[in-house]
């Protein structure tokens, strides 16, 4: 049996991606690699519109690694972060800040909700350096108002720094529009790559904290990979299977457009969430990113029974949620290469397993 991963990463990749990993690498150290590298900063910088001057880094780590090298290169034990603490993504930055001796506060909503708008007004962000977010919370589904946090962050002179992991490329994200400072990607959500490629895109603010404060990482000291960067490389090994294979998947998205990625997204999750309408399962967040369905049953199905059974009763993977939620959420994601017929099959097998 073929498994179909419903999961939010790695995701169902593309035949063209798959092939591509199959090849010989080239060396890196070459004006021709350094050509693919710099295409793909271009894009992606273009994609997020991110504004003039800023630049995007190439890191190998997964997407946590670039999440603690925009915290450790643009804060110091002197500044004061506002941290939007929606779930576990949102306690990653909270947990990253704690081991790097960040000081923070976290504004913590309840399970797929967000947080009051009063917790994050101009006023309030005075008191910060900088206002930390997860775009979409992957463990809850839930989607934040990015566009309101950015426009407060930016009238009170505070640094936004944005996880969009979960969500580029699937909802709207636009640096220059929501005046974002450091947006941080990674390869094996939407990009639909495999896992080990993350990018960090600062803008031009960003950059000049990164030239002024001092680091203690060697290996995320993010000045050397600004340098290098100039001429499409970086300091150490990149993922070079991973880089070649983004190049395609971005010249992919350059030709389809990314407005249309985003409303294929939204359409895709909007069929889904109108299939289980009859099923005993409900939506979990109040606002949800069109990244994926995080549902609750409703007919008191353990929402990790209902994982595991898909998995290996159907060969279908749903992504099981851990902590508080793991008995009540499961997650279905709508990124990569999945098709009308994948929906129908899960929803064929969902309606089984909570029957
Ligand atoms: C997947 C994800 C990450 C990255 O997790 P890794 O396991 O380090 O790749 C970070 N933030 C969000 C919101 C995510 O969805």
């Known amino acids: 049996m073929e498994n179909t991963l419903f999961t939010v990463g790695p995701v169902q990749m593309h035949e063209d991606i798959l092939a591509l990993g199959g090849e010989q690498l080239p060396y890196f150290r070459t004006a021709s690699f350094s050509a693919i590298t710099l295409f793909c900063e271009k894009t992606i910088r273009r994609l997020a519109n991110a504004p003039d001057g800023s630049r995007a880094l190439f890191l190998t780590s997964s997407g946590t690694g670039a999440m603690e090298a925009a915290i450790i290169n643009l804060l110091t034990t002197k500044d004061s972060a506002l941290i939007v603490n929606g779930g576990s993504f949102g306690q990653r930055f909270c947990d990253i800040c704690a081991d790097d001796g960040i000081p ?20 309030k962000l005075r008191d910060y350096s900088a206002l930390l977010v997860n775009a979409h919370e992957t463990s809850t589904g839930q989607l934040f108002d990015i566009e309101t946090m950015g426009s407060n962050c930016r009238k009170a002179g505070c640094l936004f720094i944005v996880d969009a992991i979960s969500s580029f490329l699937c909802d709207p994200i636009d640096m220059d529009a929501m005046g974002i400072d450091a947006l941080i990607v990674s390869s094996q959500k939407a990009l ?141 994601g709508h990124m990569g290469n999945l098709t009308e017929d994948d929906y129908r099959a899960l929803v064929k097998a969902l309606s089984e397993v909570l029957r």
Do not use: C, W
């Open 192 to 332: 639909a790559l495999p896992p080990g490629l993350s990018i960090l895109i600062l803008s031009r603010r960003a950059i000049e904290r990164v030239m002024k404060n001092s680091v203690n990482s060697h290996y995320f000291g993010l000045r050397k990979y600004l340098k290098d960067a100039e001429r499409g490389q970086t300091p150490f090994t990149p993922a070079v299977g991973i880089l070649l294979q983004l190049e395609r998947r971005l010249r992919r998205i350059e030709e389809l457009g990314v407005r249309r990625l985003i409303d294929s997204s939204a359409e895709s999750a909007n069929r889904f969430r109108s299939m289980v309408a009859a099923l005993p399962v409900k939506m979990f967040p109040d606002k949800p990113s069109n990244a994926l369905s995080a549902l609750s049953p409703t007919n008191g199905a353990d929402a990790y029974d209902v994982f595991t059974t898909l998995a290996e009763k159907y060969g279908l993977y749903v992504t099981p949620n851990g902590g508080d939620l793991r008995r009540k959420v499961f997650r279905v």
């Open 104 to 123: 923070f506060h976290a504004l913590t909503p309840e399970p797929g909700t967000s947080p009051a708008p009063s917790g994050y007004t101009e006023d």
